[in-house]
Nanobody, 121 residues
C-alpha cells in the first residue's frame, strides 16, 4: 500500500518558520512530480510548491516565492517544505501530493493526509 505521511504542521507566530515533511512508502518509482498543496478555510486547494524528476525543475506559487523552499532527500524518500517568514495568510491545511511513475503501471497520483499550519498575527 502506498502511503504519504506528512508531518510538521503547528502553530507559529507571524515571521516564524516551520518545516513540513512528507515521506513516501510502499512504492518504488521511476519518475515523480512531488509537491505541496494547501487549502485555507473557504478557499479552493492550491499548489504551493513542487519539484519534478524529469528536469529537476521546481515551481513555487508567487505568494510563497522567496519564503518557501522545497527539497528532496532521496535516501529517506522524503520531500520537505521549509517555510520561512510565515504570514497569517499562510494559514491552511497543507497536503503532500505525489505523481509517481512506475514502469509497469504508468503514472498515478497519491495524496498524504493534511497537516494544519496556523500562523498567528
Amino acid at each position: 500500500e502506498v502511503q504519504l505521511q506528512a508531518s510538521g504542521g503547528g502553530l507559529v507566530q507571524a515571521g516564524g518558520s516551520l518545516r513540513l515533511s512528507c515521506t513516501a512508502s510502499g512504492i518504488t518509482f521511476d519518475d515523480y512530480a512531488i509537491g505541496w498543496f494547501r487549502q485555507a478555510p473557504g478557499k479552493e486547494r492550491e499548489v504551493v510548491s513542487c519539484i519534478a524528476s524529469t528536469d529537476g525543475s521546481t515551481y513555487s506559487a508567487d505568494s510563497v516565492n522567496g519564503r518557501f523552499t522545497i527539497s528532496l532527500d532521496f535516501a529517506k524518500d522524503t520531500v520537505y517544505l521549509q517555510m520561512n517568514s510565515l504570514k497569517p495568510e499562510d494559514t491552511a491545511v497543507y497536503y503532500c501530493n505525489a505523481d509517481l511513475r512506475v514502469a509497469a503501471t504508468g503514472w498515478n497520483t497519491y495524496w498524504g493526509q493534511g497537516t494544519l499550519v496556523t500562523v498567528s498575527s
